[in-house]
Structure formats: C-alpha cells, structure tokens
Nanobody, 130 residues
Framework: EVRLAESGGGSAQAGGSLRLSCTIS??????????IVWFRRATGKGLEAVAG????????YWDDSVNGRFAISGEGAKNTVTMEMNNLKPEDAGEYIC?????????????????????WGRGVQVTIIS
C-alpha cells in the first residue's frame, strides 16, 4: 500500500508563492513507476488534475493556467514530489490533494476526475489573499 503525506500550503498573497510537498511511503519498489499527481478541489468546483510527476519520466501538466507559474519536481532519495507555486492567483485557491496513479501507468492515464488513481492523500488547503 502507498501512503501519501502532504505538507506545505497555507495562505499567501496574490502574486506570492507557496510550496506543496508530497512524501510517498510504502510500495517503494514501484513508487518510481507511478505518476504522483496534485489535484485541486476549488470551492464550488469539481476535482481537477493540476500537475503530475513520474520519477522515471518527469513532469506532466494538465492545467494550462499554471503554465510558467507552477513547477513540479521529484527527489527520489526522499520519495518526495514538490510543486512550487509562484505568482499565485485567486483561482489557485482550494484543497490540494496528492495522489498516486496505478503502477506502470503513465501520467497521461490519469483523468481529472481521479480515474486512474490508486491512492489518495488527505489534502492541504491553499488560500490566496487578494
């Protein structure tokens, strides 16, 4: 079983920055073969995939609105995937949830609805002060 522990988040001014980290434990043999995804659930909106990272393949971004502002990366030695969020906008606010896709499946197999995800973290809140 894969366990996902999120950290970071909180409040930031519009235009500011935050960092979200997801530390993965369990199933260590296959962690590098799973897409680790950050989802966002904004108030009044459904779940949407923001960015994902597979240690052996790199980054994938689903949300065009974060292009050039968010960067997702992984540190294999720490089994951690981090998403740097810069130039934050009010629409970036919401609950951010880390998830692990199915082993040996690409990030492109993940759907914004959460299809393709095997394991979920508990989520962290991001608030943007405008």
């Amino acid at each position: 079983e894969v366990r996902l522990a999120e950290s970071g988040g909180g409040s930031a001014q519009a235009g500011g920055s935050l960092r979200l980290s997801c530390t993965i434990s369990g199933d260590s043999e296959y962690v590098s073969r799973r897409c680790i995804v950050w989802f966002r659930r904004a108030t009044g909106k459904g779940l949407e995939a923001v960015a994902g990272f597979r240690f052996d393949r790199g980054a994938t971004y689903w949300d065009d609105s974060v292009n050039g502002r968010f960067a997702i990366s992984g540190e294999g030695a720490k089994n951690t995937v981090t998403m740097e969020m810069n130039n934050l906008k009010p629409e970036d606010a919401g609950e951010y949830i880390c998830a692990a896709g199915r082993s040996y499946h690409s990030c492109s197999s993940i759907r914004g609805t959460g299809d393709g995800v095997d394991f979920w973290g508990r989520g962290v809140q991001v608030t943007i002060i405008s």
